[in-house]
């Protein structure tokens, strides 16, 4: 079974920046799309970014020129890099693969911005 690993989670200051990366630990076809999803306290989890098959990116309308979502189809990996980081964006950050058949999840990691 697949599995999606996740790194780059931490602590930070309002203002900071983080780079979080996911790899599979084996190959996955058939991608339709990557991305990432965040989980607040008490919230449902909602979209962050995420790249669709053909090259297409969309990004949650509060994170928008703050994070910038990448993939290496060749590592089956995908990035975000996150700028200007504000206390609301403190969440546990999943990321995800999407194919026809299986939807792949990471184990999450946690990003907190203390103020």
């Known amino acids: 079974q697949v599995q999606l690993v996740e790194s780059g989670g931490g602590l930070v200051q309002a203002g900071g920046s983080l780079r979080l990366s996911c790899a599979a630990s084996?190959?996955?076809?058939?991608?339709?799309?990557v991305g990432w999803y965040r989980q607040a306290p008490g919230k449902q989890r909602e979209l962050v970014a995420c790249?669709?098959?053909?090259?297409?990116?969309t990004y949650a309308d509060s994170v928008k020129g703050r994070f910038t979502i990448s993939r290496d189809n060749a590592k089956n990996a995908v990035y975000l890099q996150m700028n200007s980081l504000k206390p609301e964006d403190t969440a546990v950050y999943y990321c995800n693969f999407l194919t026809g058949s299986i939807n792949y999840w990471g184990q999450g990691t946690q990003v907190t911005v203390s103020s």
């Open positions: 084996g190959k996955i076809f058939s991608i339709t799309a």
């Open positions: 790249i669709i098959s053909g090259g297409f990116i």
